[in-house]
């Protein structure tokens, strides 16, 4: 049974800083892309990043640029999505994908793109 567990979510204020976790279990196969989602009341679900778990290489949404950050931990199977001078409209529920596929160009910023899911975190700015 695969699960991606996310944690670190919480509340702050405005120019705060948090850092999510992603723990992937129960999964054999080697994901090549994963990324950080997040989706707030009444909108569509929005790529923030993704990293290439081979290569290590990033893309960012231009809304977080600059003040998030995604890394991983390719031992543990975790990857971390560190967030910087948050602003009220980050205020969202952050969820972590995956795919054994190249989710290459825009295609990373599609939740489609994905087939593995966590079940999200809140992470609320004021």
């Known amino acids: 049974h695969v699960q991606l567990v996310e944690s670190g979510g919480g509340s702050v204020q405005a120019g705060g800083s948090l850092r999510l976790s992603c723990a992937v279990s129960?999964?054999?196969?080697?994901?090549?892309?994963m990324g950080w989602f997040r989706q707030a009341p009444g909108k569509e679900r929005e790529g923030v990043a993704v990293?290439?778990?081979?290569?290590?290489?990033?893309h960012y949404s231009d809304s977080v640029k600059g003040r998030f950050t995604i890394s991983q931990d390719t031992a543990k199977r975790t990857i971390f999505l560190r967030m910087n001078n948050l602003k009220p409209e980050d205020t969202a529920i952050y969820y972590c994908?995956?795919?054994?596929?190249?989710?290459?160009?825009?295609?990373?910023?599609?939740?489609?793109?994905?087939?593995?899911w966590g079940q999200g975190t809140q992470v609320t700015v004021s």
């Open positions: 129960g999964y054999t196969g080697g994901y090549v892309s």
């Open positions: 994908a995956a795919t054994a596929g190249f989710a290459c160009g825009t295609w990373w910023k599609n939740p489609r793109a994905y087939n593995h």
């Open positions: 990293i290439y778990t081979e290569s290590g290489r990033t």
